[in-house]
Every structure is written in structure tokens, then in C-alpha cells.
């Protein structure tokens, strides 16, 4: 039996949250053994409810709630890792991992003393002017495929974490979203199959071959994984079984559910206007209009990410008696709104036929922006 491992973490009523590792290998003899360990976790919001820490990262937000900054450890020493955005609210840059303390503060050893570090040892100040513009940047389309702007290319340029030149090719659908079903890496195509969301699952290469897939799970924190391969010598790795498979390393490819973009050094998802933490099932950031999307904030989709999904990370509110639609961004303005009526025939704009398909009106209360498993419905779904 080869190696499988479940992670699941729960809430103790007086502790902080408790990750437990389960692992069940077996033996010589072939008898399952299991061994399971316990590990606490200590989570830390700031005052507008964003994830500040996970006990392993720091994490600080600019003036739009927007994660702007990742402080890690690696090899024993403090790292940063640097988030820009432009006006429409997209993520255009991820800077390269730095030293977190790369030039003296002048608030720490003062004005006068950091005019001298600067006559004297200016590099200390060149190279971190410098490290700051390494990094990973990212182009989105103009014009929207589908219902929001699609990746369309990241470009490297330069550092031990680039992922160098990807750019990708996009289907539109006829319920108005974006299929992703190619990619360019290192001047070699890769095909993309997705699924009925539109969420990537495998990824061959110009040859046929599988070089990514990334399997089921209820909220995607599972890792994506290459191919299937055999171990040459099973009885070697301590087993009775004829065949060992193991999964080799995939193209390393970070696209996730729509909209969606995973990163390594915070092991959470861009999600255009907020982050998505998968191990979770939720996001890191409250929702920018508050209670109007629900009692629960830091929901994702309605808990039901194998129908629904949400590309930007935002809600949009519908009410029947105003006949009003009104989406708001994570700064509290409106970036877009529409009056008009709802339903056919009898169901026009009636609230007791909203349950009807095809006759009544919208439902009224909180939309998230995306697709939905009917191909024929809204974009718009709750």
C-alpha cells in the first residue's frame, strides 16, 4: 500500500485550532499501521478581521485590505515577498523573496548615521533597490473574455523563483465565462483539460503526456501532482506489494478555481479582490460589504466550491423591490449597478414565482460573481 496522508484541522473549544496528520503506511508483513500527530495552530486577525498570521507567516494589507506583503522564514531568516496592484484592482507584480531588513532604518539609528552608511557602504542601498525589482509580473485582458479579466501571461524577469514566460489561451463559453485550454512555456504548448467549472484539472504536453493534474477535493487544498510512476524495486522501499506508484514533480503551474491564483510563499490563493486560503475553505479577508453578502463573511461560494464559483472574490446585491443590481469592490465603491425587471410572463418581477425556472425573477439577496454548473443559467449566481 503506498503512503496516505490526511490533513484536517478542528476547533477546541478553549485552544486555538488543532491540525491533525494522519499517516497510514504498511508494513513487512503487510499490516496497515497508522500513526496520527497533533499540532496547534495560532491565528491572528488584525482589526478589520484579515488573517495577520498562521502561525508560519505574517501577513500585512495595504489602505484597500489587499495583501501587499508576506513575511516568511527561510533559512532561519526573516524573508519578504512584496504584492503590487493597479488602479482596477489587479495583482500586476510578486517580488522576489527578500531580506526582510535589506537597508538600515532611519527611524531605528537615526538621520545623521544613515547619511554616513550611505557616504560610505552606498551598496547596502543599491542592492535593495535592486532586489525590489525582481520578481514575477502578471497581464490581464483588456476587454473581459467572460463576466471578469482573465490571466493572460506572467513574465519573469529574473530570480531563483521565476517562473519565466507562460502565457495562456482561453475558450469564451456560451454562458459567457473563459475555458482555459492552453498554455505556452519555454516555447513548448501544453493543453489544458478543465472541468464543468472551467477549473484546470490536467495538463499534457506537446507529446500526449500528463505533466500536471491536480484531483478532486472539496475546497482544492490538495496539491497538484505529475504522473503516475512505478518504483523500480518496490521490496526496496519496505513492502509486499508487486508495483509502488508514485507521483513525480508537476510543470509548475498555479492556476486553481477561476479566477484564482496559488502562491507558494503563502500557501494561499489570489483571488483577484481577496485571498483565498484552501486549507480552510474560506478567505483570509472579511467581505467588503459586510453583512449584506451573509452572516458569514469569509464564506466561499455558499460552501459549495463543486458548483459555484467566484473569479473576483467579491458580491453583488439583488433586490427585488428596487429592481436594483449593485456590485461594490473591496474599496466600498460601486463598479457596477443596473435597474431593470426580472421573469417572464406572470413571473415578471414577482417574488412568489422566484423559484420557478425560466418564469420567475431572480431570487433577491447576495450574488457572487462567476459560473455556475448549468450552462444554460445566469453568470450571476447566488
Known amino acids: 500500500m503506498s503512503p496516505v496522508r490526511t490533513s484536517r484541522t478542528r476547533a477546541h473549544p478553549s485552544k486555538c485550532p488543532i491540525r491533525t496528520l494522519t499517516t497510514q503506511r504498511t508494513n513487512a508483513q503487510g499490516n496497515p499501521v497508522t500513526s496520527t500527530a497533533n499540532s496547534q495552530i495560532n491565528y491572528s486577525l488584525d482589526q478589520n478581521g484579515n488573517l495577520t498570521s498562521d502561525g508560519l507567516r505574517l501577513f500585512e494589507y495595504d489602505g484597500q485590505n489587499r495583501l501587499a506583503k508576506v513575511l516568511v522564514s527561510q533559512s532561519a531568516e526573516a524573508s519578504k515577498i512584496t504584492y503590487l496592484h493597479n488602479a482596477l484592482g489587479q495583482r500586476v507584480f510578486k517580488s522576489e523573496p527578500q531580506v526582510a531588513q535589506t537597508a538600515p532604518d532611519e527611524a531605528t539609528l537615526g538621520l545623521s548615521f544613515i547619511d554616513w552608511l550611505k557616504k560610505n557602504f552606498g551598496w547596502l542601498f543599491t ?89 478532486y477535493s472539496a475546497f482544492g487544498d490538495n496539491k497538484p501532482t505529475g504522473l503516475l510512476k512505478a518504483t523500480p524495486n518496490p521490496k526496496a522501499a519496505i513492502t509486499n506489494q508487486p508495483v509502488l506508484l508514485k507521483a513525480t514533480n508537476p510543470l509548475e503551474i498555479n492556476l486553481r478555481y477561476p479566477g484564482q491564483y496559488f502562491d507558494e510563499e503563502s500557501n494561499l490563493n489570489y483571488n483577484y479582490f481577496r485571498s483565498y486560503q484552501p486549507t480552510q475553505g474560506r478567505y483570509t479577508q472579511s467581505d467588503p460589504i459586510g453583512l449584506a453578502g451573509g452572516w458569514n463573511t469569509y464564506a466561499y461560494v455558499g460552501v459549495n466550491p463543486l458548483s459555484f464559483t467566484d473569479p473576483t472574490g467579491l458580491i453583488c446585491e439583488y433586490s427585488q423591490s428596487g429592481r436594483t443590481f449593485i456590485c461594490t469592490n473591496a474599496a466600498g465603491q460601486t463598479y457596477a449597478s443596473c435597474t431593470g425587471y426580472s421573469g417572464n410572463g406572470q413571473g415578471l418581477n414577482n417574488p412568489a414565482a422566484q423559484n420557478q425556472p425560466n418564469v420567475g425573477p431572480l431570487p433577491q439577496g447576495s450574488y457572487t460573481v462567476g459560473g455556475t454548473t448549468n450552462r444554460r443559467g445566469p453568470t450571476l449566481v447566488r
Do not use: C
Open 127 to 215: 542592492q535593495a533597490q535592486a532586489n525590489a525589482t525582481l520578481g514575477q509580473s502578471y497581464v490581464y485582458s483588456d476587454d473581459n473574455l467572460g463576466s471578469t479579466p482573465v490571466l493572460l501571461g506572467e513574465y519573469g524577469n529574473g530570480g531563483n523563483k521565476s517562473a519565466g514566460r507562460i502565457e495562456y489561451i482561453y475558450l469564451p463559453t456560451e454562458d459567457g465565462q473563459t475555458m482555459p485550454i492552453g498554455l505556452m512555456k519555454a516555447n513548448r504548448f501544453y493543453a489544458i483539460q478543465a472541468d464543468h467549472l472551467n477549473t484546470p484539472r490536467l495538463i499534457r504536453d506537446d507529446a500526449y503526456k500528463p505533466v500536471w493534474q491536480w484531483a
